[in-house]
């Protein structure tokens, strides 16, 4: 009985991390080192560090993303941004002014963040 509570504790807690990593985590709120943001019509990529990477991520932050569903195949995008911290890259793309993905999960937001990648990538 005592191994069927702990397999029942164990799943539970895996569970839980999975549906942390995946459902609750806002993907709009990091703390990364840099920003690459690559423009998805053009190709060019712009880095942003320091005061223009805390501007762009206090930009992002005003953002409340909801998850709108899943997200398995992507055949072009608007922008691509990639958080880069301590040798680790997290990346989310763009699929319009209020969606975008992350990881397998599509989101929508209440704020424009296309003009957002616009603000930063024409002011290099």
Same mark, same amino acid.
């Given at each position: 009985?005592?191994?069927?509570?702990?397999?029942g504790?164990?799943?539970?807690?895996?569970i839980?991390?999975?549906?942390?990593?995946?459902?609750?985590?806002?993907?709009?709120?990091?703390?990364?080192?840099?920003? *690459?943001?690559?423009? =998805?019509?053009?190709?060019?990529?712009?880095?942003? @560090? +320091?005061?223009?990477? !805390?501007?762009?991520?206090?930009k992002?932050s005003?953002?409340?993303?909801?998850?709108?569903?899943?997200?398995?195949?992507?055949?072009?995008?608007?922008?691509?941004?990639?958080?880069?911290?301590?040798?680790?890259?997290?990346? *989310?793309?763009?699929? =319009?002014?209020?969606?975008f993905?992350?990881?397998? @999960? +599509?989101?929508?937001? !209440?704020?424009?963040?296309?003009?957002?990648m616009?603000?930063?990538?024409?002011?290099?």
């Amino acid at each position: 009985m005592a191994k069927k509570a702990r397999y029942g504790m164990i799943a539970a807690a895996i569970i839980g991390i999975v549906v942390y990593m995946f459902v609750l985590r806002n993907p709009l709120k990091q703390d990364p080192q840099k920003i *690459i943001i690559r423009n =998805g019509t053009t190709g060019e990529e712009t880095i942003l @560090i +320091e005061e223009n990477k !805390d501007q762009f991520m206090a930009k992002l932050s005003e953002a409340e993303p909801k998850i709108s569903g899943f997200h398995l195949w992507a055949s072009g995008y608007r922008y691509m941004i990639f958080f880069e911290d301590n040798g680790r890259t997290r990346d *989310i793309t763009t699929k =319009g002014k209020n969606r975008f993905v992350s990881g397998i @999960i +599509e989101y929508t937001t !209440d704020i424009d963040i296309i003009s957002i990648m616009e603000e930063f990538t024409s002011s290099k």
